[in-house]
């Protein structure tokens, strides 16, 4: 597969060792405005987005309209995601964006899902989340403790939303660290008078993240449509 690499910098060198591991090439590396840069379709399979808030949209958006798939994980910028995905459908492109693309997340968010669920009726318990990342990050918080939220008030009525740090009643405190060299945790905590329970997903390196970057790329290309993470890991374990 030929590669895009949109973003060279943490997550984009650790994709391009992993791609080139699995015999494919990257034959595009953007770190600036992407109109310098020329986009051929033909010689592009997969565009590989992990760049920073403020390009997302314009990267992702650029490649659909040169026909190029998009595989983003870059965070802080889904304020425009319901454009990016028009954009895809008008020109017949495909997408996939995912907040967190390692496999232990994926699980995680299941986890998260579920036990959520189970919680939602036990009003004693207060739920928060905590995220802990490296002193680089541009945004807070990440995009994995905002999926997580989302995820957690789809199942629980009572809860309406989210806020960074103080939260009201009907919202889930989110508690942005930012730690030297720490690639990502994340903590879900349902705390009450009597006992607290938690779950927590620690990422050891980079890898898991830019291995499941990858493996989305090999997913979507030669696909046209709008993809997650579920519909690749379900093609993953159905093998
Ligand atoms: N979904 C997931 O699984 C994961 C998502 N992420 C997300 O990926 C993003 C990147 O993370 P990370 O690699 O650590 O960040 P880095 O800052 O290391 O890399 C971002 C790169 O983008 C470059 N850049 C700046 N402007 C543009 C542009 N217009 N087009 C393309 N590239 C540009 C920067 O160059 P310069 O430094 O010169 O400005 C930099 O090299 C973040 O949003 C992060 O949250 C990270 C890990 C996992
Ligand atoms: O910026 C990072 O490093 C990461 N960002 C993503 C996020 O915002 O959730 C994913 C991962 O936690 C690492």
Known sequence: MKIALLGYGRMGKTIEEIAEQRGHEVV?????DIDNHELDGSKIDVAIDFSIPKAAFKNI????????????GTTGWLDNYEKARKICKEEDSAFIYASNFSLGVNVFFELNKKLAGMMQGLEDYKVDIEEIHHTQKLDAPSGTAITLAQQII?????LKGWQLDDADEDE???YAKR????????????DSPIDSIEIKHTAKSRQGFALGAVVAAEYLKGKQGIFTMKDVLSELFNN
Do not use: A
Not at 28 to 32: A, E, H, Q, R
Not at 61 to 72: A, E, G, L, M, Y
């Open 28 to 32: 595009l590396k953007v770190s600036d």
């Open 61 to 72: 958006t650029t490649c659909f309209k040169h026909n190029i798939p998009v595989v983003s």
């Open 154 to 158: 789809e199942e629980n009525s009572k």
């Open 172 to 174: 889930i405190p989110i």
């Open 179 to 190: 730690e030297e060299n720490v690639p990502g945790t994340h903590t879900v905590t349902y």
